[in-house]
């Protein structure tokens, strides 16, 4: 880690420092725990301290408004969207506008917003709520030049490896089982990742919470992803396969249409340290000059 990052001054929010970790996704995956039938969650605090206390991400050297329009429904926990709205305002004159499912099916997402963003909760009830409607609005707003922004659940909705998914990240996860637990894992930036997060070496932690673990399904539809940081830890719970997490990507970026696809899968929103890496997604998810 770079000597020159500052230390944190200012206190972390208590709600960035408490956050209920399990993700519940696709009870199609894991026919025999679906996620109606798992345990519950026990809250997990969130040490303030779990990355020095230091500033890992650097603000970006420039910004701009944006327009954000943020999921708010079934699939989506109240702590996920609140923090992804904190981190998208820290960006001077953005409005973040949250929308309903039926919203986003009928909403002029191309003339209202520059970015869709989805955050964890549950992917495939993301995509059931929003419907054929809600889904095909989302892949002709990115397809036209929009960004977007998926963290957890919304990684996952954005991959084209399921039936009930956006289809706008050439992304298939490398197994069926998904609850791989919570955990906080290491993950470092690759070189594309400097281009968008700025110059961090070396490794550092992240709040993971049964995030899609992917790899390339190779449509020649849809553009080959990038990846930006590459797990170099991993959790492998509930005899989800060991091994296959270390060295696949944390976070990719990509390209579907005219627009930019931005998916994390673990959580940075909520991981001290880390706040900033979402209001750079967002700008490079936004920085499409077709817009």
Avoid at 199 to 220: E, M, S, W
Wanted: hydrophobic fraction near 40%; charged fraction near 20%; aromatic fraction near 6%.
């Amino acid at each position: 880690m770079k000597p020159a990052l500052a230390l944190l001054t200012v206190r972390l929010p208590l709600a960035l420092l408490t956050a209920t970790l399990f993700c519940p996704l696709h009870a199609q995956d894991e026919p025999a725990a679906p996620a109606a039938t798992a345990a519950p969650a026990k809250p997990f605090v969130i040490p303030p301290d779990i990355n020095g206390l230091k500033t890992i991400v650097a603000a970006p050297d420039t910004t701009r408004p944006l327009r954000v329009a943020l999921y708010d429904g079934p699939g989506s926990g109240d702590d996920g969207v609140d923090n992804v709205e904190a981190r998208a305002r820290q960006l001077a004159g953005t409005t973040v506008t949250r929308l309903t499912p039926a919203e986003i099916g009928t909403a002029d997402l191309s003339a209202r917003f520059d970015v869709v963003m989805f955050s964890g909760g549950s992917g495939s009830a993301q995509s059931k709520a929003i419907g054929e409607a809600g889904r095909a609005n989302v892949r002709e707003f990115v397809k036209n030049g929009g960004g977007y922004v998926g963290v957890c659940a919304g990684a996952y909705l954005a991959c084209a490896g399921y039936d009930w998914g956006l289809g706008i990240l050439d992304a298939k996860t490398v197994s069926s089982k998904w609850r791989r637990g919570r955990a906080f894992l290491d993950i470092e930036l690759t070189p594309a990742g400097r281009e968008v997060f700025g110059p961090v070496d070396g490794t550092f932690k992240v709040r993971y919470a049964n995030g899609p673990v992917i790899k390339p399904l190779k449509r020649d539809d849809i553009p080959d992803y990038t990846p930006v940081s590459t797990f170099r830890t991993e959790t492998a719970e509930n005899g989800t396969p060991a091994g296959v997490q270390v060295g696949s990507p944390s976070q990719v970026i990509g390209t579907f249409g005219k627009g930019r696809v931005f998916i994390s899968s673990p959580h940075p929103e909520n991981t001290p340290g880390l706040e900033n890496m979402i209001p750079r997604a967002l700008l490079w998810a936004a920085a499409n000059p077709a817009k």
